[in-house]
């Protein structure tokens, strides 16, 4: 009869409290004896906990980012029948060691040696492939004295001896630049999408051993910057951006937003420009329905919104969140204004659920309150557009022969260039800022 065992953290010298910086199995899986199941990091170095038995994971006990100590459980597993009933050996592989047949395993490298690869600025030519340029879907030939070099665990280097990936070529994306499965994935799907040779895939940027240069502190990035960083990334690299630049005449705007000022105030909300800018954009993306749509997966389609959910940017003290208006043609200026004062509380204080940022159609980021002329806000892909908007300012205005002071509103709008032209980005901008100058649609 199938027995159950729990899989524990196996000696690992004098550490305490040790990071798990990946978990490479989930409950369910069927794992072989020696499967690595888990990567520990240390300050000296990476090992994988292999499986001491055959069987079915039952129950996972850790995930990524938990610490755990010798003697910690890490899964249940489900013995397989024919399971070898000797008592395993436990014992952590050490990434160095791994591909070592056992009589000549090193001693544990101190700190220096097991993090020198990175420590070292990269020479140029590990970075180049010195053969050929691989054809596209060719994987690219192996330098061995990389792949050695490389800041993997044993379970990443094996996975990439399998597929034949030159690990000395892969970007490691984990702490510390580790190369993560998920990099040797991405790496050959690259190649097999013909980015060999520095045909499609990104040039990586070289490491450098900045404590040689001065001191140094190193912070692990915030959650919501873990989050969001992949997400602007992917936005910046698949989208072809272009900003475009305007201004508005605020002048009678911000007149009528004093005036209102009270009013909102007795409603609980604070009136500030962004709540003109969100209704102007309603009116804009009435106009030019190109503006709510997103382009489908096919790249072929476009899809058009019939609604008008219209997310903002908080700056919080973790990063940045785009929280969502639903309905916002539904909702008048005070209304959108509560909202906003809402929506913008509960991202600074962390809470912010699933759904307050979901369903956007276009967003706006404002700096308005911080200052600065004009930028280049990057889309809250798979929307096509966003408006950046910078602090007004009085400025001298050239109108019936005379130069008069009149309040500027920078607009900066940036686009996906695959799904509108400069010429409608051109228009939409001069549409928004003649709406904020007219205010027409926007007063209740
Ligand atoms: N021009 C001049 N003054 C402006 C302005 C503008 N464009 N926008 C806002 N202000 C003024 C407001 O009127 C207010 O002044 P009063 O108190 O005198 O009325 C003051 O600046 C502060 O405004 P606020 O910050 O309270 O409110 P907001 O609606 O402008 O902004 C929010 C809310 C959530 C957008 C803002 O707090 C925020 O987080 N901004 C940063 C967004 C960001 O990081 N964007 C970058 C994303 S890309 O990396």
């Known amino acids: 009869?199938?027995?159950?065992?729990?899989?524990?953290?196996?000696?690992?010298?004098?550490?305490?409290?040790?990071?798990?910086?990946?978990?490479?199995?989930?409950?369910?899986?069927?794992?072989?004896?020696?499967?690595?199941?888990?990567?520990?990091?240390?300050?000296?170095?990476?090992?994988?906990?292999?499986?001491?038995?055959?069987?079915?994971?039952?129950?996972?006990?850790?995930?990524?980012?938990?610490?755990?100590?010798?003697?910690?459980?890490?899964?249940?597993?489900?013995?397989?029948?024919?399971?070898?009933?000797?008592?395993?050996?436990?014992?952590?592989?050490?990434?160095?060691?791994?591909?070592?047949?056992?009589?000549?395993?090193?001693?544990?490298?101190?700190?220096?040696?097991?993090?020198?690869?990175?420590?070292?600025?990269?020479?140029?030519?590990?970075?180049?492939?010195?053969?050929?340029?691989p054809s596209p879907g060719e994987l690219p030939p192996i330098d061995e004295k990389a792949f050695g070099q490389a800041h993997a665990s044993p379970s990443v280097r094996k996975f990439a001896r399998e597929l034949g990936v030159a690990l000395g070529r892969v970007d490691g994306s984990g702490p510390k630049n580790r190369i993560t499965h998920d990099d040797v994935k991405g790496f050959v799907k690259r190649m097999l999408q013909g980015g060999g040779g520095g045909g499609g895939a990104l040039p990586s940027i070289p490491t450098v051993d900045f404590a040689k240069f001065g001191e140094v502190e190193r912070k692990p990035l915030s959650r919501i910057k873990k989050i969001s960083g992949p997400r602007v990334h992917a936005s910046w690299v698949n989208l072809p951006h272009v900003t475009q630049h305007d201004e508005a005449d605020v002048t009678d705007l911000e007149s009528v937003r004093k005036a209102l000022k009270a009013e909102a105030e007795a409603h609980g909300a604070k009136l500030t420009p962004l709540a003109f800018l969100i209704k102007a954009c309603v009116v804009a993306l009435k106009e030019f329905p190109d503006f709510n749509s997103s382009l489908d997966a096919d790249g072929e389609t476009l899809i058009y919104k019939k609604y008008f959910h219209i997310g903002f940017a908080v700056d919080t003290e973790g990063g940045l969140v785009v929280p969502v208006i639903r309905d916002a043609d539904q909702k008048n200026l005070i209304e959108i204004a509560a909202e906003l004062g809402e929506l913008g509380e509960k991202a600074r204080s962390g809470k912010l659920n699933a759904k307050d940022m979901q369903g956007g159609c276009f967003s706006i980021s404002s700096l308005g309150s911080i200052g600065g002329t004009y930028f280049t806000p990057i889309i809250n892909a798979p929307e096509v557009a966003i408006l950046g908007v910078s602090r007004s300012s009085v400025k001298p205005v050239f109108q019936n022969g005379q130069f008069v002071p009149r309040t500027?509103?920078?607009?900066?709008?940036?686009?996906?260039?695959?799904?509108?032209?400069?010429?409608?980005?051109?228009?939409?901008?001069?549409?928004?800022?003649?709406?904020?100058?007219?205010?027409?649609?926007?007063?209740?």
């Open 1 to 133: 009869m199938a027995d159950t065992k729990e899989i524990k953290v196996p000696d690992i010298g004098d550490f305490e409290n040790v990071d798990v910086i990946e978990v490479m199995v989930g409950e369910g899986d069927k794992v072989e004896k020696e499967t690595a199941l888990i990567t520990l990091e240390t300050d000296k170095a990476a090992m994988d906990v292999p499986s001491p038995y055959a069987g079915t994971i039952k129950s996972l006990k850790v995930s990524t980012d938990d610490k755990v100590s010798q003697g910690d459980v890490i899964a249940i597993v489900e013995v397989a029948e024919e399971a070898d009933e000797e008592e395993p050996q436990e014992e952590a592989r050490d990434e160095k060691k791994a591909e070592k047949p056992a009589e000549e395993k090193e001693p544990e490298p101190k700190k220096e040696e097991a993090e020198e690869p990175k420590k070292k600025e990269a020479p140029a030519e590990q970075k180049q492939p010195s053969h050929k340029a």
């Open 408 to 444: 500027m509103l920078p607009l900066s709008l940036s686009y996906d260039h695959r799904v509108i032209d400069g010429a409608s980005a051109a228009r939409f901008t001069r549409f928004l800022a003649e709406t904020l100058e007219t205010m027409k649609g926007l007063i209740f």
